[in-house]
Structure formats: structure tokens, C-alpha cells
DNA sequence: TAAGATAGACAACGTCGTTGTCGTTAATAG
DNA sequence: CTATTAACGACAACGACGTTGTCTATCTTA
């Protein structure tokens, strides 16, 4: 029977994995064509989503005030990853849609996220890499977009 | 053969990982007389270590400017987690040292971690978790403490 | 002994989160 | 139909935390 390591390895290894498959993913970005892209923004631009929300919506999906989102949003429209539109059917709302740079960038990401889950099962194998996804759907939360990620590790 | 996930769950799912038990963990420590225990705490008092350490190594370990690392610690004395104190040897230098308050942090914390691997353990099966931890290992970088963490996720 | 390097304090600044306020526009109650 | 209430987005002020730059004191070295 093996030893078990000290508990607080574990923690540090699945923050180090995701730090490496989110670094790799963005030096592959760089390469083609998104140097300005940060780990943040896919996320975000994923909450998006194809259909387009508002600063109040992405805000509540986030998890942070609609201020942040709508300051967030100002910074993608700088990068050109979304655009902003007033709603026809309510002039109060501003429709933030992904443009064509945008949705390029969220298709090169999750190839690059295939690539890179390729390269895991290269290494660990097939198989084990199956039942390390398994294994952390059960001890993790079922909705996999909840990220109230913004300023949550702060001192 | 079994249909693989889409690449990007297994980032998302590391990082849930690792969410839960920080959660966890500072949720026990609240509820330990430790309310006021951050995330990063525990990762700069372990950085800080027994022997002590000053401003500007800890800067250094963390990847931050000595200012940075300084107001940290200015945080962490607030806290009542470290104190500082002039090192005879080189009166430039300010030691930076674990107070009993912060050594009882890391122990509660060295403790908690491993109840909530036990609780993996329970869930997924000791000998799964002991492979997930093992393959970890081969995908991640060996030095577990150089974590640039700070602002690292920055938009 | 003089010159350079290092530790730490202080200040200014940028970014990103927060709350609060306000004007405009929709939705709803009377 | 109108008056009140609610929601969206913009603006301002503030705090937390990172950065760089500067300064003094002290140690190291040529």
C-alpha cells in the first residue's frame, strides 16, 4: 500500500494544471493571432455566448456588479472582440454581440484546449485522463460556468 | 470506447478543484479562529517559511515587486500573522517572521487539507485519488512553490 | 577610503473591483 | 391614460493591490 502525499498537494497541483493548460493556451493565441488575449477574457466571451447579452446580464452570470461587467465589456470593444449595440425593442439595453475576431478566438481556443487535452493523454494515457475527468466531475459542481472568479483570490 | 469531453472542460474542472477546497479549507479555518485567513495568506506564510525571510526574498519567491511583497506583509502583520524585526547581523535588513498566530494558520491548514483529501478519498476511492495526484505530477512543473499568482489572472 | 549595490520606506500612478447617484426608458397599477 | 415603480447604462468617488521611481541608510567591494 502506497504512502498518501500531504494533503495540501493536492490543492496545488490542479491550480498548477490549470495554470499550465491557461499559459500554453494563451502562448498558442499569441501565435496566431491574438497576442492581447488574456486568461480572463475567454471566459467572459464565453458567458457571452453566441446570442449576445447586456452589461446587467453578463454582471449577474459572472458574478460581479454590472459596473465591472460593463467596464470588462468596454475593454474587449477596445480589443475588438465585442461589439455593442442599442436593442430595438428596449432602448435602455445595449446588446454586447462577439464579432468575427471574437468567435475566431473562441474556436482557435477550444482547438487549442483539444490539442493540449491530446498531449495530456500522450503523457498519463487515454484512459487515466478519462477517469481524472470523471473523478473531478463527482467531488466538483455540476455548473461548470458559475466563476465568480474576479478578485476571489485577493488578499 | 468511451466519448471524450470537450478540451476545455479539464481546465474549468482543475480549477473547480481547487476552488472547492480553498473554500473549503478557509471555511474550516473561519470557523477555527481564523476568519480573516485569505487564500494567499496561507501561500505567502508557507513562501515566508520557519526560518524567516525579508521583504525583498519574498518578493522574489512570489514573482512581485519588494513593494508588493511589502504591503503584504504589512497585511499579514495587521493580521497578526507575522512580525518584523531588525536583523542584527545587517541592521538594512528586516527579518520577517511566523508569529504563533501564524503557525497555528498552517498547522490548522496542513490538518483541514487533509481531512478534505480524505473526503476525495471517500468519494473517488483512495487508490484513484493517489493515481489523479500521480498523474498530476507528470503534467505539471516540479517546483510546487513558484506560484507568480498575484494578478496572474488579471484582465 | 571611495564607489557601487542592496534593504526598506515613501509617493505617484494604473487597473479593477466596489457602492452610490442620476437620467432615460419600460413595465405596471390605478 | 396616467402615475408610480423598476430596470438599464453612464458617471463619479473610493479602496485594494499591483507597478515604477526616488530617497536614505547600510553593507560590500575595488
Redesign the interface.
Known sequence: M?I???????????????????DE?HAALAREGHPHA????GF?MQAIGTEGTTAVELGRTLGVSKQAAGK?IE?LERLGYVERARDPRDTRRKIVRLTPSGVDMLVR??R???????R?AA??G?E??????A???????QE?FR?D?PG????
Chains 1, 2 share one sequence.
Open positions: 502506497s498518501d502525499p500531504p494533503g495540501f498537494e493536492l490543492p496545488l497541483r490542479l491550480f498548477l494544471g490549470f495554470r499550465v493548460l491557461i493556451l488574456r486568461p480572463m477574457h467572459v470588462t475593454t481556443s477550444a487549442i484546449f483539444d490539442e493540449l487535452r491530446a495530456w503523457v498519463i487515454a487515466r485522463l478519462r477517469e481524472l475527468e473523478d473531478l466531475r463527482k467531488v466538483t459542481p461548470v466563476l472568479v476571489w483570490f485577493g488578499a
